[in-house]
């Protein structure tokens, strides 16, 4: 059932909520029903509808209420309320705490509800799926890792440094401009990844140059961080920058100003910083490849983002949501898996997780010609296999698909092509 179809009712008394959900479910929707709103906050973040229809009249906590607490967990969502016919001023109330509309009860007839329902989705009333259609929406990002998501969630509000540690391919990207949305920021978010940049230019992409700063620089150009004034700015594998940025980059942090490179003029910037590795810093601090000082400044706010390993029981419903995007993207139409296909999505370990998964669904469907996705993977992974292991395992797989080609096997990885040189290196692969 598409995301965007998903329904749910909070309503105690139980044969109006029965009425509501037939009338719904006849129509297409996808609906759970709660009968007292502690149990609906307790569930809706698992359930995640894109809709909530609530009494105003219910024990122990009314639906205004029930609406600013489900806000919090579900920023996102909108909600229509229920009300008695002679106490509209109690859903004036409402919408002006966030309700989009209101129905009464009785009910006129169902088809004034399903209008309204209509009227919401035809006219997509929740800005965050028209503004980031290229975001997946929270529960899916958020699934099985509902810690994160609140601890997120609390954060976004400040300006506090975060740093995103995790596995390549975790969604630590989406995560970040996830805060941004969250966050109160009105600038830019804008991202670089360390990584893929090469050392000599990283530099002038941070900091921006004065014409005439370096042979070919033939007019100013702003760099990351001034266009990220006012906003954020998402430095991936920050792990990888060189020594002299990392101490040029410490400063911004400390001064929140900067100067261009060839340029006098102290710029300063108002954005707020978060940082993303897969790398152990502390390790890296160790070894003396990260300045120690710099690391602490990172590190005021960490967030592990775990594998998708660990969050087998959301990998269905991972699946769905990417299928139906991969699907919409290529102009095909949307298909099932087929039940060894799930099978086999469940036990695979996924070493370059969220992306990796994505890449072998875009494979399967493209390669798809019966009404269901038949999902391959040649080498299975066992749960008591560490993780460098199975790094190193796909490293090698990868290299024999593409016939030792690094370039293509770094994206068939999910990964910079600096990155694999480093994982060549440390696992000593020949």
Sequence with gaps: MLNHLRVAIVEDDTSFASFLRTILEEEGYDVAVFHDPETALKNILNFSPILIITDLKMPKMDGIKFIEKAKEILPHTEFIVITAFGSIPSAVEAIKKGAI??????????????????????????????????????????????????????????????????????????????????????????????????????????????????????????????????????????????????????????????????????????????????????????EGKFREDLYFRLNVFPITIPPLRERKQHIVRITEYLIERISAKLGKPVKKLSKDSIETIINYQFPGNIRELENILERSIIMSNSEEIEVKIEENFTENEDLKSIEKKAIIEALKKTGGNKKQASQLLGISLRTLYYKIKEFGIE
């Design 101 to 286: 509309d209101y129905i009464t009860k009785p009910l006129p007839s169902p088809e004034d509800l399903l209008e309204r329902v209509k009227k919401f989705l035809t006219k997509k009333a929740t800005p965050y799926y028209t503004e980031h259609p290229d975001l997946p929406p929270y529960e899916i990002l958020f699934a099985g890792i509902e810690d994160v998501y609140k601890a997120i969630k609390e954060v976004a509000k400040t300006d506090t440094t975060l740093i995103l540690y995790g596995e390549t391919g975790t969604g630590k990207s989406a995560i970040a401009k996830a805060i941004h949305i969250m966050s109160a920021k009105k600038g830019a978010f804008v991202e670089i990844n360390c990584a893929s940049i090469p050392e000599s230019l990283i530099e002038s992409e941070l900091f921006g140059y004065e014409k005439g700063a370096f042979s070919g620089a033939i007019k100013q150009k702003p760099g990351k961080i001034e266009l990220a004034h006012n906003g954020t700015l998402f430095l991936d594998e920050i792990g990888e920058l060189t020594a002299n940025v990392q101490t040029k980059f410490l400063k911004v942090l400390q001064d929140k100003s900067f100067e261009r490179l060839g340029g006098l003029e102290v710029i300063k910037t108002n954005a707020r910083f978060i940082t993303a590795t897969n790398k152990d810093l502390k390790q890296m601090v160790r």
